[in-house]
């Protein structure tokens, strides 16, 4: 699943595909900025292939596209044919971007551009905003049991960068892991530590005078720093990669919040109805690996692979939606606001409402409530529980089964849910193609990364589901 689409935060939609070059490893590897240049040249590759296919029509006219002797009428089908019939020209394509853009970066900067450079290189003094640690000694900050914290916080932000780099320091003097993602629009971020750490942590950012969260902000679960593999700490367009301008689709636009004993109580008033209900949706707004795991009864959860493919198919399936309430919820809330923003911006529900808080919060109150199964999370223990229930299989035996371990490919970031039996037989792939494949490119050492999907689970999966 792609992290554009691996496991990193609900909010941040740092999925389960790292990114398209993350499969380029080779003897020598790409640095983590490089792996990101390379896959936005791989997309903006793709995209460009895909518009050189579109046929010219006029104003009132369907768009489709002509291939390979064929015509396709839907994105999803020439998104399809292009991936698995011409990804030796986008690699080829992909590579030319890619070594345009490094010989671009190696020219020397303009002075206008290299002034700003140095502006932006200047030293900040964020001093003012690190909490006085000198009474807790290093043992303090490191040792004992912890916790990951799960937040986000719309607000305006001057400069990020400086943010960016508060907190990357922050984080460092507190000895915690997780990703944080700063953007002009606020702040969204998942860091583990114990107890101590994380403590200050929420005192810091509650007394932040951008900021000004309360400790109920915070959504906590037991775990620590190693939770994660590192700390990440960047500088994004938007703080949830939905793909959405947030000019053009603010969180200003976000449905109404329900508390979660409200959100109870009207899931409750939909399950009592049953069939003769045909007047709400309730809509898991998450990734369907996610939703695989744990659900709430009788929700429509889209079988889609990351965030930024949700207004896809909101605008695929707007028929589902139209003249009913809505009642949208995901792991902490912040993929609500931007999804409950565009889905407003359709102008075809009746009502659109979100769960305040999302899964995190409503678990705490009702453990054993609507909600059934297990909760995803973006770090290393990929799911937390607060009932037994196991509503997924084993993907090759077909017991129950919902523990996540990552496809044993090295060129594939999928999940798998293979049991304890079947991983002893050797069932520790996504797919057999995608162990065969990856067994075979492991030997060639190939010079260039294998397409990012190319594997039995993803072909039978469409891109964006049309559930009408």
């Known amino acids: 699943?792609?992290?554009?689409?691996?496991?990193?935060?609900?909010?941040?939609?740092?999925?389960?595909?790292?990114?398209?070059?993350?499969?380029?490893?080779?003897?020598?590897?790409?640095?983590?900025?490089?792996?990101?240049?390379?896959?936005?040249?791989?997309?903006?590759?793709?995209?460009?292939?895909?518009?050189?296919?579109?046929?010219?029509?006029?104003?009132?006219?369907?768009?489709?596209?002509?291939?390979?002797?064929?015509?396709?009428?839907?994105?999803?089908?020439?998104?399809k044919h292009v991936a698995w019939t011409h990804d030796a020209e986008i690699q080829q394509l992909t590579r030319a971007t890619y070594e345009h853009l490094l010989s671009q970066l190696d020219k020397p900067e303009e002075p206008e551009t290299q002034q700003m450079n140095e502006r932006k290189a200047e030293p900040v003094d964020i001093s003012a905003w690190m909490p006085e640690t000198s009474h807790i000694s290093e043992e303090q900050l490191q040792n004992g049991p912890g916790k990951v914290l799960l937040y986000y916080h719309y607000c305006q932000v001057k400069d990020p960068h400086v943010i960016c780099a508060w907190q990357k320091a922050l984080c460092e003097k507190l000895h915690l892991t997780g990703k944080v993602r700063v953007a002009t629009e606020g702040i969204n971020g998942t860091v583990g530590g114990n107890n101590m750490a994380t403590d200050v942590y929420i005192d810091a950012m509650c007394s932040h005078p951008y900021f000004k969260m309360d400790k109920e902000d915070f959504k906590t679960s037991d775990g620590g720093a190693g939770c994660f593999k590192d700390l990440r700490v960047g500088v994004y367009k938007?703080?949830?990669?939905?793909?959405?301008?947030?000019?053009?689709?603010?969180?200003?636009?976000?449905?109404?919040?329900?508390?979660?004993?409200?959100?109870?109580?009207?899931?409750?008033?939909?399950?009592?109805?049953?069939?003769?209900?045909?007047?709400?949706?309730?809509?898991?707004?998450?990734?369907?690996?996610e939703s695989k795991i744990g659900q709430?009864?009788?929700?429509?959860?889209?079988?889609?692979?990351?965030?930024?493919?949700?207004?896809?198919?909101?605008?695929?399936?707007?028929e589902l939606f139209r003249d009913k309430k809505v009642l949208m919820y995901c792991t902490g809330g912040i993929r609500c606001e931007r999804g409950s923003a565009y889905l407003?911006?359709?102008?075809?529900?009746?009502?659109?409402?979100?769960?305040?808080?999302?899964?995190?919060?409503?678990?705490?109150?009702f453990p054993e409530g609507f909600y059934r199964g297990k909760l995803f999370v973006f770090d290393e223990r990929y799911a937390i529980s607060s009932?037994?229930?196991?509503?997924?299989?084993?993907?090759?035996?077909?017991?129950?089964?919902?523990?996540?371990?990552?496809?044993?490919?090295?060129?594939?970031?999928?999940?798998?849910?293979?049991?304890?039996?079947?991983?002893?037989?050797?069932?520790?792939?996504?797919?057999?193609?995608?162990?065969?494949?990856?067994?075979?490119?492991?030997?060639?050492?190939?010079?260039?990364?294998?397409?990012?999907?190319?594997?039995?689970?993803?072909?039978?999966?469409?891109?964006?589901p049309r559930d009408v």
């Open 1 to 79: 699943m792609a992290a554009d689409d691996a496991p990193c935060l609900e909010f941040m939609d740092w999925e389960l595909d790292t990114s398209t070059c993350n499969g380029l490893r080779q003897e020598k590897q790409l640095s983590a900025s490089q792996r990101r240049c390379y896959s936005l040249c791989r997309r903006k590759s793709f995209a460009a292939f895909v518009a050189s296919k579109r046929e010219g029509s006029q104003e009132g006219e369907s768009t489709s596209w002509c291939c390979c002797g064929r015509t396709f009428k839907e994105h999803p089908a020439i998104h």
């Open 238 to 289: 938007e703080i949830v990669p939905m793909g959405m301008d947030p000019d053009v689709v603010s969180h200003q636009l976000a449905g109404a919040h329900l508390e979660p004993e409200e959100f109870h109580k009207e899931v409750q008033a939909l399950l009592v109805k049953g069939d003769l209900c045909n007047d709400t949706v309730l809509l898991d707004c998450r990734n369907f690996y």
């Open 296 to 318: 709430f009864t009788q929700c429509l959860a889209p079988s889609i692979r990351k965030f930024s493919y949700f207004p896809d198919y909101v605008d695929q399936n707007l």
């Open 344 to 365: 407003r911006s359709k102008d075809v529900c009746k009502e659109v409402y979100q769960l305040k808080g999302g899964i995190h919060k409503y678990l705490e109150q």
């Open 387 to 464: 009932n037994n229930d196991i509503i997924s299989d084993c993907r090759y035996c077909g017991c129950p089964w919902d523990q996540y371990k990552l496809c044993s490919t090295k060129l594939c970031c999928q999940l798998v849910l293979s049991c304890p039996g079947c991983r002893q037989d050797g069932c520790t792939a996504c797919c057999p193609t995608c162990q065969i494949k990856g067994h075979a490119q492991s030997k060639a050492s190939p010079t260039v990364p294998p397409h990012k999907e190319e594997c039995e689970c993803t072909e039978r999966r469409p891109r964006i």
